[in-house]
């Protein structure tokens, strides 16, 4: 939609249009199916070569990340080489939304968290593996020597556009360094590269365990903000003009996740120790969300102040009068929502989920 609004003065005003469009509902998962008619669809595998035939494992990282604010932004532009007729001004649109979670704490997160892993342990099992009980598995001083990389969670993680809480399961560490607000510091570039990082560790565990070990990592998300800017990238993002900016928006809960195996193929021992490479891990992973129409929310409210209202009002009305003097201005539209949650609904879904994807991703690794 392109606005045009007569003034006074015969100045012509050409505002961009910002708008919020409720997105078309993405594939979803079909809980009545059974998993393995599904695993095509949702799961993605890499580096199958290296999953080789082990079939002792043992469960050494289970990671779930809560999402519990996510945001979406775009804008119009003129583009690098428009024309500027003198006869008009341009007014630069801009919207976002940003939605957050309510109603759901961290004993609760914590609580599906330690379902979830331990449901997770049992269907390894249910799937003919061979698998070491990670109270076992804990008992052992190659696995204290990776936990004891790791700090205490719950932690706070950015992805993108969106803000989680990240646990693992209760008296368990978080060791994987990809949630580590530090990981790029010069000095944590070195113990990455030496052979006392978590990586090193667990490789020389399963060296000495004789055992497989799984990373299950889950994102349990509840709301997606998706902007027309997307479409814009490369040399078109910098250049060409756009008069419409939009977002498309949909406030649901959707599991995805990744499940990795450091198999004896991806490691390599010597006297100094071992060495592995996290990228030629085998890795199952999500090519779509999980998305449940089920209700989990008791209602949405708006969750912007009034004071920020009306510093968004000034700042679009000062936009406006700057174009008319000539020069480029700007108009601002922004929404927050506050989604409550209701607990009980929240928890049966987020934990079902992670069990469906859980079974189509041990489905996928299954090895050869």
Known sequence: MKTMV?????????????????????????????????VSSFIRPANTKTRGESRRVALTSCVVAFGTKTSGFAQTQAGTFAYQDPDKARVEAKVSTLYQLEGIGDAQMQSMTDAICARAERQLA?????????????????????????????????????????????????????????????????????????????????????????????????????????????????????????????????????????????????????????????????SRPLVSSDPFYTGMSDAQSAGSKVAEGLASAIGVLTALAGGTGGSYDRTEWAVEADPTAYEDIATRYAGYFVDMAVLAQQPN
């Open 6 to 38: 007569p003034l006074t003065l015969g100045v012509a005003l050409l505002a961009g249009c910002a708008s919020t469009q409720t997105a078309a509902p993405p594939p979803e998962f079909n809980p009545a199916l059974d998993a393995a008619s599904q």
């Open 126 to 286: 249910d799937a003919g593996l061979d698998v070491m009980p990670h109270a076992e598995l804990a008992a052992t001083s190659a696995y204290q020597a990776v936990a004891a990389k790791g700090r205490q969670a719950p932690v706070d993680w950015s992805l993108g556009k969106s803000d989680y809480r990240v646990f693992v399961p209760t008296g368990w560490t978080l060791f994987d360094q990809r949630f580590d607000g530090k990981a790029r510091g010069i000095k944590n570039i070195f113990a990455q590269a030496s052979r006392s990082n978590p990586q090193a560790l667990e490789a020389k565990l399963v060296d000495e365990l004789g055992v497989t070990g799984v990373h299950l990592d889950l994102m349990v998300d509840f709301a997606n903000v998706s902007s027309s800017d997307e479409q814009y990238t490369g040399f078109i993002g910098r250049n060409v003009g756009r008069d419409e900016a939009s977002l498309s928006t949909s406030v649901k809960l959707a599991t995805s996740g990744v499940l990795k195996l450091v198999t004896p193929d991806v490691i390599h021992c010597h006297k100094l120790g071992c060495d592995t490479m996290w990228t030629a891990w085998p890795a199952y992973q999500s």
